[in-house]
């Protein structure tokens, strides 16, 4: 709908601006690819309704100066983290914000190197791939190592801080990690701080949108739970939650492709003949009880069998 103007009052039309940005598409996709994380949604919606309103407000000559779209993206392993800074690439490039709308997602491997002179060649080289869109840098807090003097993570972390200040009109830096390490990190470098715009908490999923999400993962690979599966999965999210090293939605596909085995081991063992397709997608109890979880056993890999 576009606002009558009286001479010389420009207006912009915000459903055209945007159905051609697609953020409200963008946006149901994210709400369809993931569970739960109402706070995240909600913080996404904002940020790209800031954004769009920006976008207006230049076009009838309102300027506050160019947003800042440096983030961090804070929470345990497994809960969306960088599913939700894929979408936040395709928001940005759907808003003009940036050239291309890819995401480069890098560690401190593919940043710091190993001796003198390697580190800057390989930072500016990530750099460069991530130019015009988006750089995600998972426990970003690994680039500062102040207990070894010859480590070369500030050098790293000194680069990309000139770089987001001097291309931030072509690059937008999201870094990750837990949270409690990233406010060290940033009480240890308050120019990566001072750079960061929005900051986002992802919470841990609940019992209930664990299930959720492990059966959007069986439909997906087109198996299903039986009745006495599902109740057995929801005994394994209960104990799986309380053990070491748990990691969300990471944990939940790895303990589905561990039942998966046992149920085509099982089926294969049976020497049933012919299976039904039935056979074939359902996950039983025994599939899922079989695992070490039930047993109590000790390290976290063992612990998603």
């Known amino acids: 709908m576009t606002a009558s103007t009286t001479p010389g009052q420009e207006a912009s039309d915000l459903e055209a601006a945007s159905d ?6 963008l946006l149901a996709t994210l709400d369809a690819e993931l569970v739960g994380l109402a706070p995240v949604k909600t913080r996404i919606r904002e940020i790209a309704a800031l954004l769009l309103v920006e976008k207006l ?50 560690t401190r491997d593919d940043l710091v190197g190993q001796f003198i002179g390697h580190t800057a060649p390989k930072t500016k080289d990530v750099l460069k791939r991530a130019m015009g869109g988006v750089l995600f840098i998972d426990e970003a807090y690994y680039l500062y190592r102040p207990e070894n003097e010859r480590d070369y993570g500030q050098e790293a972390i000194e680069i990309m801080l000139q770089v987001m200040e001097d291309q931030r009109d072509d690059l937008v830096v999201i870094v990750a990690g837990y949270k409690d390490r990233m406010d060290r990190f940033f009480q240890s470098n308050p120019g990566m701080s001072s750079r960061i715009a929005h900051h986002v908490d992802f919470p841990d999923y609940t019992p209930d949108e664990l299930l959720a999400i492990a059966q959007l993962m069986l439909e997906q690979m087109q198996y299903r739970l039986s009745d006495s ?60 009880r079989a695992s070490r979880v039930f047993a109590g056993q000790g390290t976290a890999a063992e612990g998603d069998q």
């Open 20 to 25: 051609r940005s697609k953020v409200d598409e």
């Open 229 to 288: 599966a599902r109740r057995t999965l929801i005994e394994y999210i209960g104990i799986r939650r309380q053990q070491p090293n748990f990691a969300n939605a990471r944990s939940m596909r790895n303990g589905l492709d561990r039942a998966r085995l046992r149920q085509a081991n099982r089926l294969v063992e049976a020497r049933g003949g012919q299976l039904t397709r039935e056979q074939l997608m359902t996950i039983e109890a025994e599939d899922i």
């Open 57 to 106: 407000r230049a076009e009838v000559g309102l300027t506050g100066g160019s947003p800042s779209l440096h983030m961090s993206f804070t929470g345990n392993p497994g809960t969306g983290k960088t599913t939700v800074a894929l979408r936040m690439a395709e928001i940005l490039h759907g808003l003009g914000y940036v050239r291309k709308g890819h995401l480069v997602a890098v």
